[in-house]
């Protein structure tokens, strides 16, 4: 069975809606918030509260339209449960309700993070558990061992920021702008990233992560560079930076894949964007001859079609949210 | 006309199913935190008491404040979504008209107070009038200091209905030409009263145009020293 489901995500900047059909995504539209944010240094909870409000109708209009599904064709309706922003949530939480019960279609609150897990089902068809997948985004930074759909073994995390955050802090530091990543990426193109060796933190703890420590360094390293006159070009450090952080990435989560013995890894948020990140994770696969199921850097980022590839799987499962069902902002991969 | 009102502006949160001037069902709940858990089921189990199905619908009432902006955002949202599906209009009313609306009073002028928290309230004017009440001023964020100056500089007898257990103890008195009453919050009865009002003389918006009414900018500065923060490269 391959229900098509209407999916809405709104648990942080993006307002996203999206039409699955099974794990086919006929529609993926988003109103980025990032603009709006961006004058503010960081992601402001009563703005993106705001503009969700004033973009979902139309939004999912939009993605109905792009669909060519009549909502009538629908068989449930899906949204974000949590984690995320409390005000933000309860904007696509709320619509999806209202939607699902208007039509009187069945209605599941998906977790967002198992969202991001199940995004590789967009654009692969055998991305099964069990896996190995690489969350890391704004505001999380995991490596999850997928024994199977709804079995979720979170072997690591991080203990201070996590890694989007981390390229937030030194993306400003080197004055390249909000968000950090996409503007660290672009920084880095032509650049050594063995130019400059920043450490790689928590090398004894196999699966956990530390970013906070990295952003000292750098700042010690830029001054005492400046005051001897021989600082490198700006590509060389952002490479080098951005080696620091993809390098404990990739390393721990393949560290992950050789010790459960997972064929399959994926992963899933926004700092899986990242185009070196995605270089070194297919090397790695490689040398192992595991599959790499990372999709398109759009379906890494926050968007609604990963909520419908989750919520079809649930629904065709006969989980069905209740309707008294509310937002939980503080969920946590079980 | 058959119409679901909802209201979740406030503390208390309620819906109500009204066909032309009969309300034929309504639910409520105290509880700020928990109008998204209440708003769906409520409706639902109007809806089974009437024996409408979803699709009998024509308008769709929503309180857009001012009050408290999640509940607000909970409220629109669901309006919206449910509005959106068999393309009926999304008919905005205000908290403040909703209260006055039901404390009307043969001549007293009325003053309606709902708290937008960080010590200031929602306050507007109305002056009963045969069958009703007309709104004499714009809706403004005061503190209540300032409230209670306007009520004294009024001549005559005044109402002060809304959340008035969260003004200030003492704030009127010695003015006894003012006395407090109900309704503290907002009620979807009253909410749907004022939007069919609106509905019937075509005063409401296209649904995509239906904002909250906040009354204040999100309660952020632009944070220049990240923004202009440059690197040792120059700024990004």
Redesign the interface.
């Known amino acids: 069975m391959n229900p098509t489901v209407l999916a809405f995500e709104t648990s942080c900047d993006e307002t996203a809606v999206a039409v699955v059909r099974g794990t086919e995504a006929l529609s993926n539209v988003l109103s980025s918030q990032v603009d709006l944010h961006a004058r503010f240094g960081g992601v402001v909870p009563e703005v993106a509260a705001r503009a969700h409000v004033e973009s979902i109708r139309s939004l999912t209009h939009q993605a109905l339209n792009e669909a060519g599904v009549h909502p009538a064709d629908l068989d449930g309706i899906a949204a974000t449960v949590g984690p995320g922003l409390v005000g933000a949530l309860l904007v696509g939480h709320s619509f999806a309700k209202a939607t699902a019960w208007a039509r009187q279609l069945p209605f599941v609150g998906i977790d967002h993070m198992e969202g991001h897990l199940m995004a590789p089902r967009l654009q692969f068809d055998d991305f099964a558990p069990p896996a190995i997948a690489l969350l890391a985004s704004g505001g999380h930074s995991q490596i999850v061992h997928v024994r199977d759909w709804g079995d979720y073994e979170v072997l690591g995390h991080t203990i201070d920021d996590a890694a989007g955050e981390a390229f937030d802090k030194l993306a400003r530091v080197m004055g390249l702008g909000f968000p950090g990543g996409p503007a660290m990426d672009a920084a880095s193109d032509g650049g050594d990233p063995a130019a400059v060796a920043f450490p790689r933190a928590l090398p004894d703890r196999p699966f956990h992560f530390s970013f906070s420590g990295l952003k000292t360094s750098v700042v010690t390293y830029i001054n005492k560079a400046q005051k001897s006159g021989d600082l490198p070009p700006l590509a060389d450090v952002a490479a080098s930076i951005q080696e620091a952080i993809v390098d404990v990435l990739v390393n721990k989560t393949f560290k992950a894949v050789d010790e459960t013995g997972a064929r399959v890894v994926g992963g899933g948020g926004g700092v899986l964007a990242n185009r070196r990140l995605r270089h070194r994770f297919a090397e790695e696969a490689d040398k192992r001859g595991v599959q790499v199921a990372l999709p398109d850097p759009v379906l890494c980022t926050d968007n609604a079609a990963m909520i419908g590839v989750a919520g079809a799987h649930w629904l065709s499962h006969g989980r069905i949210s209740d309707w008294a069902e509310n937002v939980d902002p503080g969920l946590a991969l079980t | 006309m058959k119409f679901l009102a909802i209201e979740t502006a406030t503390p208390g949160a309620s819906v109500a199913l009204v066909e032309d001037a009969t309300t034929l069902a309504a639910a409520s709940r105290i509880d700020r935190l928990?109008h998204?858990?209440?708003?769906?089921?409520a409706?639902?189990f109007c809806f089974h008491q009437v024996g409408w199905s979803?699709s009998d619908l024509e308008a769709v009432v929503v309180d857009v404040g001012p009050g408290l902006?999640?509940g607000i955002?909970?409220g629109?949202?669901?309006?919206?979504?449910?509005a959106?599906?068999?393309g009926i209009p999304v008919v905005p009313a205000v908290s403040v008209d909703a209260l006055a609306l039901e404390a009307r009073t043969g001549h007293r002028t009325i003053w309606t107070v709902v708290d937008v928290r960080r010590g200031e309230f929602a306050i507007a004017r109305y002056r009963p009038v045969p069958g009703g009440v007309v709104r004499d001023s714009s809706t403004e964020l005061v503190k209540p200091e300032v409230l209670r100056a306007q009520i004294e500089a009024r001549p005559g007898q005044s109402l002060v209905v809304g959340d008035v257990a969260q003004l200030p103890e003492g704030l009127l008195s010695g003015l006894h030409r003012a006395k407090m009453a109900k309704p503290r919050y907002p009620y979807a009865v009253a909410l749907a009263e004022v939007g069919r009002g609106r509905y019937e003389r075509d005063l409401y918006p296209a649904?995509?145009d239906v904002?909250?009414l906040?009354l204040r900018e999100?309660?952020?500065t632009?944070?220049w020293a990240?923004?202009r923060?440059?690197?040792?490269?120059?700024?990004?």
């Open positions: 928990g998204a858990t209440f708003l769906v089921p409706i639902d979803p902006y999640t955002r909970v629109l949202a669901t309006a919206q979504g449910l959106a599906a068999f649904p995509d904002r909250p906040y999100p309660d952020v632009i944070n990240k923004i923060q440059e690197g040792p490269w120059g700024s990004g």
